[in-house]
């Protein structure tokens, strides 16, 4: 009997081990220069979740008017407010009312309807649903209304904090804070759309990666228009960024993302359009070339003197789709050309 009692407890440790749930972790790689909830519309949470398949946090709730919602705003800020006592950026917070929710929405929508008076807290990796926390369940509702609850969950996630000097930023911060006669500070700029294909390939992809491993001397922003396209304050929102050529002649077009800037003391010194380049058929030739890019050789910049015309017509083929009669580049093709003028720029202005 004494070798089976010895034996017993043997057996079963393997079992408890196995129960320990592992908690799931996401690098939260980008901070938040204002302490702000940043409030969703459906078309801006599907974009995050769908077309740029961010990592974010989300609180959810039904209307304004739930105290519970209210509390966990002002939670929320506490939490950022101690993050910031202790050294450290903001996180970026997004919200979402869920009665935008309409019945069209595809089955596996990742967002839960609310139906009474609580909100839900979700933590996103890669557009995924790492984890859910509802005020609903007893075991969750001290993170809602207590900043150190929440921050042990929330820090319990983060396998990488955010690189320093690298936050995101609203367009209203943008303009009132950074662009204007009386900054006297250096930054490079970011103008994206969260709905935009270039813009979610080449921040995670080529900007991300190049951060982490070489932590940016001045501010690098990013700040997302995804909520005034469609609106008639769209065009007046880019030529205020001085994306367009009509607001400045580093602008292109009537104004695409993604478009990155380097300014200094009120003034923009230097840009660079990541792909958005067009092409057509040459008769003559029966050649697919060139019809508009930004690195055309008619603005002069100080991190490269390179040729985008010259360069991608003087290749054998390029490799480009064709949709009726109009031709364009795959994001990834276009990254063979674009990759290295982005890092040129990011190694002139922020190593």
């Known amino acids: 009997m004494k070798k089976k009692c010895c034996i017993f407890p043997l057996l079963i440790l393997p079992l408890f081990s196995a129960c320990k749930t592992e908690v799931k972790t996401a690098d939260f790689l980008i901070g938040a220069i204002e302490n702000k909830i940043v409030e969703l519309s459906l078309t801006e949470l599907s974009s995050k979740i769908d077309a740029q398949h961010d990592t974010f946090l989300l609180a959810t709730h039904k209307g304004d008017s739930c105290i519970c919602w209210a509390n966990f705003q002002y939670t929320i800020t506490q939490f950022n407010k101690q993050r910031k006592e202790a050294g450290k950026d903001y996180l970026p917070f997004y919200s979402f009312d869920t009665e935008l929710m309409t019945d069209n929405l595809p089955e596996d929508f990742k967002i839960d309807k609310i139906l009474s008076g609580y909100t839900d807290f979700y933590i996103f990796d890669n557009g ?44 209203e911060y943008a303009c009132r804070d950074l662009i204007n006669k009386d900054n006297n500070n250096e930054f490079v700029l970011f103008t994206t759309r969260s709905g935009c294909g270039d813009c979610n390939y080449c921040m995670p992809n080529v900007v991300t990666p190049f951060l982490k491993e070489n932590t940016p001397k001045i501010p690098v922003y990013i700040c997302d228009i995804e909520k005034y396209r469609g609106t008639e304050e769209y065009d007046s929102v880019k030529a205020a960024l001085s994306l367009t050529v009509e607001s400045n002649p580093l602008g292109f077009g009537k104004g695409v993302v993604p478009t990155y800037q380097y300014w200094k003391n009120g003034q923009l010194i230097d840009a660079g359009v990541y792909a958005n380049d067009s092409f057509y058929l040459n008769s003559e030739t029966n050649k697919v070339e060139v019809k508009e890019t930004y690195f055309d050789g008619t603005r002069e910049f100080k991190y490269t003197t390179e ?3 010259t360069k991608m017509n003087s290749a054998e083929s390029l490799e480009v789709k064709q949709y009726n009669d109009n031709y364009f580049m795959d994001v990834k093709k276009a990254a063979d050309f674009h990759d290295p003028l982005l890092k040129s720029f990011l190694t002139y202005y922020c190593k």
Not at 146 to 170: C, F, G, M, P, R
């Open 128 to 171: 995924e649903v790492l984890e859910k926390y509802t005020k609903n369940a007893k075991k969750d509702a001290a993170i809602f209304e207590n900043e150190s609850k929440l921050a042990e969950i929330i820090n319990s996630h983060i396998k990488e904090d955010t690189i320093a000097n690298y936050q995101y930023v609203s367009y």
């Open 307 to 309: 040729n985008l015309v």
